[in-house]
């Protein structure tokens, strides 16, 4: 088992006062803060409105509430401007609880307030420049522009402040996403702070429907440069920032922001210690080294809690097509990703006694055993589930996963209750999407729900490119919307799909089902031989996959192979004995006119019973 590495509280402890040199004759001072802007929403109203009222509200609330608070956390208010507060605090995890703090107090009042004065919070953890009390650079600057892209009530923060306090408050945060900031020449992720409001309001910080202590963590460190090249380094820094970038997308991984890794670029640090700062459980780390008019890229990603590799990569691409070649790159990155930290993470809680799993160790154990086509581990695969859903019912992926389970129950045969596993699955898949609607996976799953079970590929099209939307690198939603456009008649475009799908995952453990997807689109193209190659090639993967062999007995069927197909209809009933023609042609989504005939005539040819 990995335990949770001690991520430090405070920035001081890992970053300490220097002196940078202005000019020959003076420096000035800079250290890594916390810094936390705060104003009254709509404050300009309030004073038309009343505005003896108005000041004298604000005075109190600053006297009773803001002032005695920011002491109780160890801030140190720099400034008054009007109805704003610019404060320091010596962590990050001191100003996200003082901002709670605050609004939980404000949002208890309400009740007894007909007009209370809502705050707007904004937290930012940057080097800033210290001249006495005043404190300046992009740090401050971007602390003050993203409060103002707060909701009266609520608290944003950067990506560097929830790289602090994710595994020390129980905090539930939302991805905001990156943003453009005014004067400030890079895009900022930001994150809200999901809290309770009313007089009812929880005196500790919302648990997230996931713990983030449990979920897999990675920091992406920057790219070293071993050339010397500034043109490289320069490479480096942008295939770092896209992968963080892209990452960030994956609901199923923590990604530290880049600021939080910066400093580690010019230090010399073991995995171990890097993760143990960073609280992290993967590091990817990465070289760039240009040889004549080529540059060869390295990448590693570690398992920093067992001191190994788990994945290692190595790219060759032309100079002169230096950002396509970065594109490529980092999306083949992120796509295997997910995969081999999913290897990782299963096999860490394999050996986990089942009384002490938590939701996603759940979901963790269920994964490998969804594609065993054994009965036994199948059925097994379901009660870790559902125990999963039972210990934490806003877990959006445990629902989506059980969906899927749901569809490979009824797909390949299994249910003894079709209507009402049908009914379940389009629930577990509409409850996913309830909880969660911009995570690419539970999406795709939908997606597949609506048109494999309700027989609706057109609005199942919608849903895959909404997946694709959020996150372009997810190869589920890429096979996902292969499925769909074979159903619609549009086996080129499936192939298409499938190509992005290979080339994000080349060594994906579903490849057996890309290539099922692949010999189903080319059967709906009419290519039966190019559809026998990878029927063939899905099966010597994985035997007992049920849709090869049936798609496999109607294509030989078709290729006029007529004992092939007998054989191959034959390696069907023996998996599937209750298959029938009659039920599968009533239910299958396909929806241009002849493909679905000239399916059922190849499977009536291979001799499998009506």
Known sequence: MISRPRHPDSPRETLVLVDTPLTPGGSIQRRLAAVAFADVADF????????????????????????????????????????????????????VRWAHDVQRAIAQ??????????????INVEDVIIDGDKRHGDGVNIAARIQQLASPGEIVMTAAVRDYVWNKLGVE?????ER???????????????????????????????????????????????????????FGEGITEDIIGALAHNRSLLVIARHSTLPYRDRHADTRQIASELGVRYVLDGSVRRQVEKLRIAVDLIDAGQNRTIWAERYDGAVDELFEFQDRIAA???????????EAEAER???????????????????????TYDEREFMTAGAFLDRA????????????????????????????????????????????????????????????????????????????ERALQLNKNSVFAWLISAITCCYLGRPDEALDRLRNAWRLSPFDPLKFFFWGVAGFAEFVAGRYDEALVWLLKALRDHPDHLAAHRNLAACLAQLGRIDEAKVAAANLLAREPSFRISVFQSKYPLRRPGDLERLISGLRAAGLPE
């Open 332 to 342: 083949n990155v992120v796509a295997t990703i997910e995969p081999r930290v999913y």
């Open 173 to 177: 945060l939302t991805d905001l996403g």
């Open 109 to 122: 009042s309400i009740d007894e307030d007909d007009r209370p004065l809502l705050m707007r919070i904004g």
């Open 349 to 371: 809680v394999r050996t986990k006694p089942t009384d002490s799993l938590d939701a996603y160790d759940c979901v963790l154990r269920a994964f490998p055993l969804l594609y």
């Open 44 to 95: 300009s109203k309030l004073m038309e409105s009343d505005d003896t009222r108005t000041i004298l509200k604000w005075k109190a609330l600053r006297e009773d509430l803001l002032e005695p608070k920011i002491a109780e956390h160890g801030g140190h208010l720099l400034q008054v401007m009007g109805d704003g507060l610019f404060i320091e605090f010596d962590s990050a995890v001191a100003a």
């Open 389 to 464: 859903i039972e210990l934490d019912p806003s877990y959006a992926q445990a629902w989506a996963h059980k969906a899927w389970w749901y569809i490979l129950l009824i797909g390949e045969w299994r249910s003894k209750a079709t209507d009402r596993d049908l009914a379940n699955a389009l629930l577990a898949a509409q409850r996913g999407l309830q909880i969660d609607p911009t995570d690419a996976f539970v999406l795709a799953v939908a997606a597949h729900t609506e048109a494999f079970l309700g027989n609706r590929p057109e609005s199942a099209l919608e849903m895959a």
């Open 180 to 234: 453009r900031l005014k004067n400030i020449s890079r895009p900022v992720r930001i994150y809200r702070l999901e809290q309770e409001s009313g007089a009812g309001a929880s005196r500790r910080l919302v648990q997230p429907h996931l713990s983030w202590n449990n979920r897999p963590s990675i920091a992406v460190m920057p790219f070293k440069n071993l050339g010397g090249d500034p043109t490289e380094e320069y």
